[in-house]
Nanobody
């Protein structure tokens, strides 16, 4: 059973940094993707970043344009976590952040419908 637990959210000021972690368990697959999505009040859930592991190949990462120069997704195999390091945070980054996992996913990492497992989410609030 795949389980995902997010942590690291909180209230910060504009310009601050924050690291979100997604603790994963049950991802015993040679190919899988873990993505971070966010949903702001009154808005649809949107893609933030994703990382794909494919056997012995180097990890592949994607970031949405609005965060590409500020957020970085990475995996920590020793801790079984996928982290999202966020810097230069803006009020518009305020949202509930979710991590999601998709065993076997090779393409379409930006599509939330492609992910089978979801965490409960962690709130990030950026004050101006």
């Amino acid at each position: 059973q795949v389980q995902l637990v997010e942590s690291g959210g909180g209230l910060v000021q504009a310009g601050d940094s924050l690291k979100l972690s997604c603790a994963t368990s049950g991802l015993f697959f040679s190919i899988y993707a873990v993505g971070w999505f966010r949903q702001a009040p009154g808005k649809e859930r949107e893609f933030v970043a994703a990382i794909r592991r494919s056997g012995t190949m180097p990890n592949f990462t994607e970031h949405t344009d609005s965060v590409r120069d500020r957020f970085t997704i990475s995996s920590d195999n020793a801790r079984n976590t996928v982290d999202l390091r966020m810097s230069s945070l803006k009020p518009e980054d305020t949202a509930v952040y979710y991590c999601a996992a998709a065993p076997g996913l090779l393409q379409g990492l930006r599509l939330d419908s492609a992910y089978d497992y979801w965490g409960q989410g962690t709130q990030v609030t950026v004050s101006s």
